[in-house]
């Protein structure tokens, strides 16, 4: 059995790079995620794998960097919190357009603006809805633990190339700062530059004799060629509409009512659904996994045995849209957030849960 | 078993540090375990906090309002988490700078004066893992033997030449703890 | 004699660079870019480097530089170039890269990127076409806009107060520790074209001895975009243009 070693969120995201043969991280510090690089550079692994760590000016660089790299094949990635992201979109706008695989990392902290630096939902709507300008999606990956932090990294790389389109780990503070046991994978090595060639000959790794240039660009002057190039990005959306939807849920088979959790909230709603049925009552835990793509049928399937739905998030309420379009009137849907960086316990989001079935009668 | 613990003490005085040494000290056992600070600005110098749950079963919310125990360190964390002990539950604090010491009747409360029991050890660095020792004397929620291979895990192998004073200090703990 | 006894190999005295594609450049009769294009082309064609060769193009005029050299290019985003070729060029260091950028482009709105990379020393190559205006939006004011000069955002000429003064990167990037050979060329005359042919090829064999960043930058014409013509242009690059923007070496290590 492999090692399990106690670590933070942060940097099973670090070791899970390393490991699983990412070419480069380009990161710019912010709290609450600057674990991210400062085990990468402790790491050193461009000694071991040759993976490059670089901290970049900016993460406005960062992000070019990516797409910089992503050109080329490589895999790379950045992480980041939320102001930090912001600064990101132009360029995530730019890869999605160019249609360029690549990880970003959002350990989300409370905004707007500056903010404050304790944990944060509320880059939900900008994770999941573009962010940047254009119509664009990125596959949007929701972690509820430290060994998702790892686990998901390797498996935004396989989506992000699958679709050649940019993946965002969406993390928040307290999944970020949060130590638990991490169980390292295999180690996976990098890709050659002729397996590159091989798999990814769309990449700029220098044009041969034997095939046309590559250029990559997210320009289209020509309105019809525009409109083509974004009907297939929208083709590629709805590939991943239906192929990749991911989620768990907790008692929902039986449930009267169900939370819709993501993060670090679906943990302590999961104690919440703990402390629900021992005082009897049928409630259900629904954590979507993938933000985007939605569990949007899943919610559907649910509301045919269920009362009540209440989405559960460290915002002002950002999901909630979502759950409501998915439920789409069939039921009444709830929603209880905090914000400023305060999370609430299992008990709070009960007594709230209680508040708002009370008024359902 | 299910264990729920608040550290809270000033920055500097290892809190953190003791938390990752016993929720490492739970992995080695084969437990679940959680560590969560509180992070930021607070951490340099001012207040620091940590909530670790040892478990035999997977540990969903990491974030608790009530605690088994809480191990208290200096008069804010006194004021801010006394009323979080789950009633039964279990306080140890250290009683130099506290100023308003306990008053609720339904937990059991111990002290541990660390400070002077790490000097007179001669190491005043050690002192959590005295009071560490004191937690564990009181719930031994992890066997010995695997409180000193959770405490080579967290210490990086450089400093690994500390590791029998940190056995002293636990072993100390242990022994000096005070009920109230 | 038919012109077919004249078109034969051994009558050839010049050769269009196979570099460059049979794509009709969009450029403006009278543009430096097409000559600049040009030259890029014939270095990379007499290095042998086209396998081995990433362009990054800019936004501006020359965005579409991808239609006109064929070699692989990626296409940043505004002022980002010197990001990706960061990451292009550390990724794949046996590679030989190179932005192309504008004066709005490196010298606005990109100046944090294009510094932080000339500061770090990337092994890649800068070229920096300064015309003094934004070209492809229409003719608005760059940071290397002279004083006095007219533009769609200066309409009474660029003035202090408002604009404050033309900026002058190149002295700045040329402090730069990490860049090893800083050089301002034009483009204008056949001798002034052949000069700057040489400052590429430097910057490209320096990018493969790992010396730093090369950076060339070349004084050009924006006919349209300053409403005169061809002629009149160069004219007035060389009379008010090159006094500001002096031509010649200013690092080379």
Known sequence: MAEKILMKGNEAIAHAAIRCGCDGYFGYPITP???????????QPWNSTGMVVLQAESETSSINM???????????????SSPGISLMCEGLSYLAGAELPCLVA?????GPGLGTIQPGQGDYFQSVKGGGHGDYKMIVLAPASAQDMYD??????????KYRNPALILSDGVIGQMMEKVELRPMKPRLTEKEIIERYPWATTGKTPDRKQNVLTSLALDAAVHERLNQTLQNKYRQMEENEVRYETL??????????????????????????????????????????PFPTKYIQELTSHTKFMMSVELSAGQMVEDVRLAVNGKIPVGFYGRLGGIVPSPEEVLEAFKEQIKKLN | MKEEIIIAGFGGQGVLSMGKILAYSGIMQGQEVTWMPSYGPEMRGGTANVTVILSDKKISSPILSKFDTAIILNQQSMDKFENSVKPGGLLIYDPNGITRHPHRKDI??????????SVELGESKAYNMVVMGAFLKLKPVVEYENVLKGLKKSIPERHHSLIPMNEKAIKAGMEKLVQI | MDIKDIIKPENRVYAKSKILTDTP??????????????????????MGIQEKTIGVSPVGCSVFAYNYLDIDWQQAAHGRAPALATATKRLMPDKYVFTYQGDGDLASIGTAEIMHACNRGENIVVIFINNAIYGMTGGQMAPTTLLGMKTSTTPYGRNVELNGYPLKITELIAQLDGTCYVTRQSVHNSAAARKTKRAIRKAFENSALKKGTSFVEVVSSCNSGWKMTPVKANEWMAENMFPKYPIGDIKDV
Do not use: W
Request: overall charge negative.
């Open chain 1, 33 to 43: 995620q600057s674990e991210v690089m400062e085990t990468l550079m402790n790491e």
């Open chain 1, 66 to 80: 990516l797409y910089g790299g992503a050109s080329c094949g490589k895999k790379v990635m950045t992480s980041s």
């Open chain 1, 106 to 110: 959002n350990v989300v902290r409370g």
């Open chain 1, 152 to 161: 998901f990294v390797d498996l935004a790389f396989e989506l992000a190339f």
């Open chain 1, 251 to 292: 008692m929902c088979e039986d449930a009267d009512y169900v939370i819709v959790a993501y993060g670090c909230m679906s943990r302590i709603c999961e104690s919440t659904v703990e402390l629900a049925r021992k005082d009897g009552i049928k409630l259900g835990l629904l954590r979507p996994v993938t933000l985007y």
């Open chain 2, 108 to 117: 059991k409360v111990y002290t541990i004066d660390a400070v002077n029991i």
């Open chain 3, 25 to 46: 450049m969009h450029y403006c009769p009278g543009c430096s870019h097409g000559t600049v294009h040009k030259l890029i082309a014939e270095v990379i064609d007499e």
